[in-house]
């Protein structure tokens, strides 16, 4: 299944871009997903990163469907 | 008035007018309002910032912004609350954020108000970048904080 990916901020910088689609396993969880996401964009791992499943906080074990819309970011900073 | 229909969350990136967004939270019964405004700070630990750059996860601010006006009205004897983050480019001494706290007894607006920025600094997908005379840096957040709190 395909998903978005969007970065923020630092991890746009990180990556050289602000969305990407990649290919998950069907079944994937929210774990696999940023698991996957690192290991193809290496450089984020410097980073304290955050991650949302379609606008929300994820769980771990949330399970991916086709079309959701995840976002790696690092902790926030506003205010 | 309808006291219920002045809570208000923007996100935008003109200049913000502290006092209009101040009076759009006062319901009947408030005696007190308690408003804060943050801006841009030109001297962090001694390091002077020329200008910052704010970048958000605009959908994803708004409903967690929402988050927190529904949990300080949970839990603070409050009325309205009314926050607008401004983006985008923002010079030294330009307001950032301003959180408005409408409540009948000014105690509770001065806890909410507090509370309402420590969480927005915490859980809101805003990121700022410092620019600085030899270089730029986005400031990240201390998640470790974040996580603790879920």
């Known amino acids: 299944m395909k998903v978005s990916v969007l970065f923020f901020g630092a991890t746009a910088d990180?990556?050289?871009?602000?969305?990407v689609e990649i290919d998950l396993a069907d079944g994937s969880n929210a774990d696999d997903?940023?698991?996957?996401?690192?290991?193809?964009?290496?450089?984020?791992?410097?980073?304290?990163?955050?991650?949302?499943v379609n606008q929300e906080y994820a769980d771990s074990n949330k399970i991916i469907c086709n079309g959701d819309e995840l976002a790696v970011f690092t902790a926030v900073s506003g205010g | 008035m309808n006291q219920n229909k002045v809570d208000f969350i923007e996100l935008t990136t003109?200049?913000?007018?502290?006092?209009?967004?101040a009076r759009r939270v006062v319901p009947a019964?408030?005696?007190?309002?308690?408003?804060?405004?943050g801006f841009v700070r030109q001297f962090t630990k001694g390091r002077e910032t020329l200008y910052l750059v704010y970048e958000g996860y605009e959908p994803m601010a708004?409903?967690?912004?929402?988050?927190?006006?529904?949990?300080?009205?949970?839990?603070?004897?409050?009325?309205?609350?009314?926050?607008v983050h401004r983006l985008g480019r923002l010079e030294i001494g330009e307001t950032s954020v301003v959180i408005s706290v409408?409540?009948?007894h000014r105690r509770a607006a001065f806890e909410a108000c507090e509370w309402l920025?420590?969480?927005?600094?915490?859980?809101v997908p805003i990121w700022k970048k410092e620019v600085y005379a030899d270089g730029e840096t986005w400031i990240e957040g201390d998640k470790s904080e974040m996580m603790n709190d879920e």
Do not use: W
């Not at chain 1, 984020?44 to 990163?49: G, N, V, Y």
């Not at chain 2, 003109?14 to 967004?21: F, K, N, R, T, V």
């Not at chain 2, 920025?117 to 859980?123: F, G, N, V, Y």
């Open chain 1, 14 to 19: 990180a990556v050289g871009g602000r969305e």
């Open chain 1, 33 to 52: 997903a940023f698991a996957e996401i690192i290991s193809a964009y290496p450089n984020l791992k410097q980073h304290k990163l955050l991650f949302a």
């Open chain 2, 14 to 21: 003109e200049s913000l007018d502290i006092g209009a967004i």
């Open chain 2, 29 to 37: 019964n408030c005696g007190a309002i308690v408003t804060l405004d």
């Open chain 2, 62 to 83: 708004l409903k967690e912004m929402e988050k927190l006006i529904e949990a300080a009205k949970a839990q603070f004897q409050i009325e309205n609350v009314g926050i």
């Open chain 2, 102 to 104: 409408a409540a009948p």
């Open chain 2, 117 to 123: 920025i420590k969480e927005l600094k915490r859980t």
